[in-house]
């Protein structure tokens, strides 16, 4: 039994990832997130990436992802940005390079971080798109 579990860990090699089924591929990720602030309000806006079909999968829409710090949170380098889940953009329907839109209210006193996060119809998620920063 020792004997097998030795022979596991000197066998073990390669990269390790997270596991991905066969066949399922993540989409692409969205380089180009930028926003527009209008009085209190802030529009997000991207293009739908293309995606290569040996690679990824195309995007069925998008996790819209926001941190929200004090002035004095946002200063401290080291800590952890506490991003929270605030919306979905659902893209089926929309062709590659469609805009796409997110609108959210900010309030005084805060610095906001947004980015987003693609999935697939299979559930499967891209990484994160491009972060913006904006204070209102």
Do not use: H
């Not at 399922?24 to 209190?40: C, F, I, K, N, Q």
């Not at 992802?65 to 991003?83: I, N, S, Y």
């Not at 390079?97 to 006193?109: I, T, V």
């Amino acid at each position: 039994m020792i004997v097998v579990f030795l022979l596991g860990l000197v066998g073990s090699c390669g990269r390790k990832l997270l596991p991905i089924q066969p066949g399922v591929l993540p989409p692409p990720t969205v380089a180009d997130l930028a926003y527009e602030m209008r009085g209190s309000e802030i529009i997000l806006f991207w293009t739908l990436p293309v995606f290569r079909q040996d690679q990824e999968s195309a995007a069925a829409g998008f996790k819209v992802l926001r941190a929200r710090q004090t002035l004095a949170e946002a200063q401290c380098q080291t800590c952890p940005v506490p991003f929270q889940t605030i919306g979905d953009v659902v893209a089926s329907g929309k062709t590659s390079a469609s805009r796409l839109r997110f609108r959210d209210a900010l309030e005084p006193g805060f610095k906001y971080r947004y980015k987003l996060k693609p999935y697939s119809a299979d559930g499967v998620f891209g990484k994160d798109s491009n972060e913006v920063v904006a204070l209102q």
